[in-house]
């Protein structure tokens, strides 16, 4: 089974700040996915790479196959960027392989 | 967008009760996944479904059963609950992205 690492596991910014969150799988994948949960519970799909990098607004996610790794970039972070930024991994080729999930970074932005 | 609706938000119930978790989606996927989360703990896969009918067991499908009997509808039942199944409780649906419910946070007394 995939282990999925992430770090920080708690990250505190000031507004306005670079930030960077990482994470390492131990097994090839076909996917990697990076969640956003908001307090409240609900959880929102990001990103799904399989190779290189996404850009959505402020974030950037990129992928190091080779690596077994992946980063999620959030530039001029504000605070309602705060919330648990979750890695998750796909085994298998299709939708039905479940995701394998890292146990989250806690993201705080402070104005 | 693809919805994924879970029918409570809060739920409270008594230990020993039988409990039932709805999930619905609108997309038409096929694959359908039951979640429990629990803090230091993530995401913890405890059914998932691929089909009608069909079921898969996770990695902590304990205390645990499901109920696919239209596509759109996933159901986590617990059989007898217990005060260790508080936690929140996630649905997903997929086709190759994934997409979540909001959550039902279940406590047991």
């Known amino acids: 089974k995939n282990e999925v690492e992430q770090s920080p596991q708690n990250l505190t910014a000031q507004e306005g700040e670079f930030i960077t969150i990482n994470c390492s799988y131990s097994v090839g994948i076909s996917a990697l996915h990076w969640l956003q949960q908001h307090p409240g519970g609900g959880i929102v799909s990001l990103f799904m790479?399989?190779?290189g990098k996404k850009k959505h607004g402020r974030l950037i996610a990129t992928i190091n196959i080779q690596e077994k790794h992946s980063s999620l970039h959030i530039t001029a972070s504000h605070p309602r960027d705060s919330a648990v930024y979750i890695c998750?991994?796909?085994?298998?080729?299709?939708?039905?392989?479940?995701?394998?999930f890292g146990k989250g970074t806690r993201l705080s932005v402070i104005a | 967008d693809v919805k994924v609706t879970q029918s409570s938000r809060y739920l409270v119930k008594r230990t020993g009760e039988k409990v039932f978790l709805e999930c619905v989606q609108d997309m038409d996927h096929e694959n359908m996944f039951w979640y429990r989360q629990d803090p230091g703990l993530g995401l913890r896969l405890i059914y998932f479904?691929?089909?009608?009918?069909?079921?898969e067991k996770g990695d902590i499908p304990e205390g645990y059963s499901v109920s696919r009997e239209k596509k759109e509808r996933f159901s986590l039942i617990l059989e007898s609950a217990s005060t260790n199944q508080t936690s929140m409780y996630l649905c997903?649906?997929?086709?190759?992205?994934?997409?979540f419910g909001s959550g039902t946070r279940l406590t047991v007394v």
């Open positions: 479904s691929y089909d009608v009918k069909m079921k």
């Open positions: 997903a649906s997929s086709l190759n992205g994934y997409t």
């Open positions: 998750a991994v796909r085994n298998g080729g299709s939708g039905n392989t479940p995701l394998v």
């Open positions: 790479l399989s190779s």
